[in-house]
């Protein structure tokens, strides 16, 4: 205790999870750094190279290896390249091991509006996990950037934003505030629903906390639908719109390309 303060002690081992585990205990670190889902998330949102099926498992595995201790999970920190440069098409997996040049000769920039789009989704999925979700500074509002040191660029406030910036910036106050007022995301049990390469829906529950998250990584409008007897109407966290189920509880919805949306019951 620091003043009566919780301290929340978190490690950085660049390793698969048998290494990163055994540094958690009640004598050394209270959680680390998920890296292995931090590899699973920029192959399935930034690079898309991954399935988010293989997403879907490699979130398994983590939840096997840590069960309740509290990891960090990141989309990324000083170590790496930036999300959005990747995403962006700048550094890809072909030449990641120039990014240290591309950074100094080709500073990446964000060209493809949909990069934003990529980000959302992936911080979608990292706030409706459990554990502590960490953000680097400046992946709030989609800051781009090559190897160090070019991931360390100058944060951005206000009026330097660009239109999309502040657009990006706002989306994710809204999935912040969705896990903040959602105790499902931080202490509730995970269900799959769908897990598909370019679709994942699943479902958190904490006691009366409910929650179904949908993630459509591909251009094309997905239908899902999923049943929640007794829950007569759903409402989207991340657009303010209610959407009704049938008599059996069932919900239908067409969810958008590169959309995603978090859906608790309307009376929550």
Do not use: C
Not at 36 to 61: C, H, K, M, N, V
Not at 145 to 160: E, I, V
Not at 197 to 216: G, M, P, T
């Amino acid at each position: 205790l620091s003043q009566g303060r919780t301290v929340y002690l978190v490690g950085e081992s660049i390793s698969g999870r048998e290494v990163i585990k055994s540094f958690v205990s009640g004598d050394e670190l209270h959680g680390q750094f998920d890296f292995p889902l931090y590899w699973a998330i920029r192959g399935a949102f930034a690079w898309e190279t991954d399935g988010l099926d293989q997403l879907d498992t490699e979130r398994a595995r983590s939840e096997t290896a840590f069960g309740r201790n509290l990891m960090s999970n990141i989309i990324g920190n000083h170590d790496f390249t930036r999300f959005m440069a990747m995403s962006d098409g700048d550094i890809t997996p072909q030449n990641q091991g120039q990014a240290e040049d591309i950074g100094w000769n080709i500073p990446p920039k964000v060209d493809d509006v949909r990069s934003y789009k990529k980000l959302q989704l992936a911080l979608t999925f990292l706030f409706t996990q459990p554990g502590i979700p960490t953000l680097y500074y400046g992946d709030e509002y989609g800051i781009s950037g090559a190897a160090d040191p070019d991931n360390r660029r100058a944060m951005k406030f206000d009026d330097a934003l660009t239109v999309q910036e502040k657009e990006n910036l706002e989306s994710v106050r809204k999935i912040i505030s969705a896990r903040n007022n959602v105790p499902a995301f931080r202490h509730g049990v995970h269900r799959t629903i769908r897990a598909e390469k370019d679709l994942y829906v699943y479902a958190k529950e904490f006691f009366q906390s409910k929650a179904v998250v949908a993630l459509n990584r591909s251009t094309s409008t997905k239908p899902i639908e999923f049943i929640s007897p007794g829950v007569k109407k759903w409402k989207n966290l991340l657009t303010n719109t209610e959407i009704p189920g049938d008599e059996k509880g069932t919900v239908r919805i067409n969810l958008s390309g590169y959309e995603s949306a978090i859906y608790i019951p309307a009376n929550q």
